[in-house]
Structures are given as structure tokens and as C-alpha cells.
């Protein structure tokens, strides 16, 4: 028992390190769309406005890890939605790269905090088998 308090102490506070990274990352792109795409060169304000989208998708998914973090034990379904992002994300980042439209350093600013924070949800799944409700 006091191992499983344990680790749902580190797991809430990787989801709150996840909140906070995930909340600067949507912010930054919500207000500073062309100083994150500067690397690229001068963006078109389609690509901006793109980009700004994105950050403010990004945010209800920082809003996710808090949630998580505040009722581990009966949001299941929030576990495995995060995981699922974090799994799509991994493999989006390395498909980037391996097509060339990103470098590999650039991937890897996101996908340690993805692997991370995916390797605490599927431990976390792993250790608290909750059943969802309607399901035998």
C-alpha cells in the first residue's frame, strides 16, 4: 500500500511537471507564433494562425494532466486518452524527422516529456486496474 501512495505521489507530480510544460508550449504558440517558427524562416499567416490553433488545443491537454493528477484513481479514461496523445505525438515527431521535415534535435525538446509522461500512464494503468463503468 505505501508503495502504490508512492508512486501515485510521483505520478501526480509528473502530470503537474506535464500541466506546466504543455501549458508553456500552447502559450508560447498562442502568443508568439512567428519567434517559434523563426528557425524555419519567415512563415505565411496562414501557417501562423495555424500554429496559433494549435497552441490553444494544447491547452485543454495541460488542463488533462491536472485533471488526472487531482482524481488519478477514478479518471481512467483521461489515462488513457493522455497516453494515447502522448503515443500519437512520439510517433508524429519521429515520422517528422525520418520524412525530413524535422530535425532530429528538434524532437527531441518534446519527445523526452512525451515518453515520460507516457511511460507513468501505462504504469500507472499497469498498477490501478480500475474497470470503467458499464464494462465486465
Given at each position: 500500500?505505501?508503495?502504490?501512495?508512492?508512486?501515485?505521489?510521483?505520478?501526480?507530480?509528473?502530470?503537474?511537471?506535464c500541466?506546466?510544460?504543455?501549458?508553456?508550449?500552447?502559450?508560447?504558440?498562442?502568443?508568439?507564433?512567428?519567434?517559434?517558427?523563426?528557425?524555419?524562416?519567415?512563415?505565411?499567416?496562414?501557417?501562423?494562425?495555424?500554429?496559433?490553433?494549435?497552441?490553444?488545443s494544447?491547452?485543454?491537454?495541460?488542463?488533462l494532466?491536472?485533471?488526472?493528477?487531482?482524481?488519478?484513481?477514478?479518471k481512467?479514461w483521461?489515462?488513457?486518452?493522455?497516453?494515447?496523445?502522448?503515443t500519437?505525438?512520439?510517433?508524429?515527431?519521429?515520422?517528422?524527422?525520418?520524412?525530413?521535415?524535422?530535425?532530429?534535435?528538434y524532437?527531441?525538446?518534446?519527445?523526452?516529456?512525451?515518453?515520460?509522461?507516457?511511460?507513468?500512464?501505462?504504469l500507472?494503468?499497469?498498477?490501478?486496474?480500475?474497470?470503467?463503468?458499464?464494462?465486465?
Amino acid at each position: 500500500m505505501l508503495i502504490q501512495l508512492k508512486f501515485l505521489n510521483l505520478f501526480r507530480a509528473v502530470c503537474h511537471v506535464c500541466a506546466i510544460y504543455f501549458l508553456a508550449m500552447g502559450l508560447a504558440l498562442i502568443l508568439f507564433p512567428a519567434f517559434i517558427s523563426r528557425i524555419a524562416g519567415k512563415q505565411d499567416p496562414i501557417i501562423l494562425g495555424m500554429l496559433r490553433g494549435a497552441g490553444g488545443s494544447i491547452l485543454p491537454y495541460a488542463l488533462l494532466y491536472i485533471f488526472v493528477a487531482r482524481s488519478s484513481l477514478n479518471k481512467r479514461w483521461a489515462v488513457i486518452v493522455i497516453a494515447t496523445a502522448n503515443t500519437m505525438a512520439i510517433v508524429l515527431d519521429f515520422l517528422s524527422v525520418i520524412l525530413g521535415e524535422y530535425r532530429l534535435s528538434y524532437a527531441m525538446i518534446d519527445v523526452p516529456v512525451e515518453s515520460i509522461s507516457l511511460l507513468m500512464m501505462i504504469l500507472f494503468l499497469s498498477k490501478f486496474r480500475i474497470k470503467l463503468p458499464g464494462n465486465s
